[in-house]
């Protein structure tokens, strides 16, 4: 029996809309609107607008909230001041990634946390069985519509909405506001390297949300962006996705995500953590970009002078800067920047190079 696919509050907009749907993570998703290249640049030109409801939220509340939560991720929540967020990977006792996630820390007795579509589940489960202390962890991914609004311009249409919030709000800030008498959680977080915020309002106030910001923003070229652009603006900036370029298999110190461990403390994984970082890694994920003609795909082989060295996680042709690029892992000492690797597309070795990243930094 296979199961059911899940709607946003949103979806009837988005086919309305002239949307190609398609299921992504159990759920029906736009992949585009008028084509992936032109929503991406609208995102780095101007102000696009993503359907990301099928995002997971997590709520932690209790007197021990925010020791659980320090606990069950790499980075430092105590650190954390009351209305700011965090990136942060959550690891298992091996150290590995069970998932990737945004912490919202509202005060020391509550915390939200944004996790992934794909790993909700797994994810509460693995928060409920690590559970340190006395905490309540509750998914309630099915109390919010999750809207983000991304590009140079969305801080000039957010200033049209609410002055006042537009003022205040700095990257992994987040406050609370309302519109209409519908209340919004408004963070200065995205996935897509440009300047832009996330809204997280109730369920039933998706439509009203999207309405508002999108018919607020027309002038200003305010477009709706589907998950196909979202990939490939996500990939320039270097972000890592959940699946491909991390997952179980591999550590945030070999996944270029060292920052975000906070060591000295107890976590879970941190012993096993604590020991990698004494030694180089055996590998690193690295970005690269084609010398010749094609497009790597996700497990693609690297190879070096007729050997394989690595494998391909991420690649796509980059809109932005108009040549083929993508993220893999690849033996040392090869992946130092200016290494020249080979990256087999359709059956034939392609020439590449390793690149400093992010591939595409938004100006400040």
Known sequence: MTEQIRKTALADVHVAAGGRMVEFAGWLMPVWFDGIHKEHQAVRTAVGMFDVSHMG??????????????????????????????YTPTCNASGTIVDDLIVYKKSAQELLLCVNASTTEKDVLHFVQNNPGKASIVNVSDQYSQIAVQGPKSY??????????????????????????RPCMLAGTGYTGEKGYELYVPWEAGPYYWKLFMDTGKDLGCVPVGLGARDTLRLEAKFCLYGNDI????????????????????????????????????????????????????????????????????????????????????????????SELAIEIRGKQAKAVVVKTPFYKAAS
């Open 57 to 86: 939220q997590v709520l932690v509340t209790g007197p021990d909230a925010e020791d659980v939560v320090d606990f069950l991720v790499t980075n430092d929540v105590k650190g954390l001041a009351a209305g700011r967020a965090l």
């Open 156 to 181: 000039e249409l957010l200033g049209r909405v609410w002055p006042e919030a537009a003022a205040r709000l700095r990257p992994f800030d987040f406050l609370d506001v309302s519109h209409g008498g």
């Open 247 to 338: 997952d179980e298999t591999t550590n945030p110190l070999e996944a270029g995500l060292g920052w975000t461990v906070h060591f000295g403390r107890p976590f879970l994984g941190s012993e096993v953590l604590e020991r990698l970082n004494a030694t180089d890694q055996p590998r690193k994920l690295v970005g690269f970009e084609m010398l010749e003609r094609g497009i790597p795909h996700q497990h693609a082989p690297i190879f070096r002078d007729g050997k394989q060295v690595g494998v391909v996680t991420s690649g796509t042709k980059s809109p932005t800067l108009e040549k083929a690029i993508g993220l893999g892992y690849v033996s040392a000492p090869w992946h130092k920047r200016g």
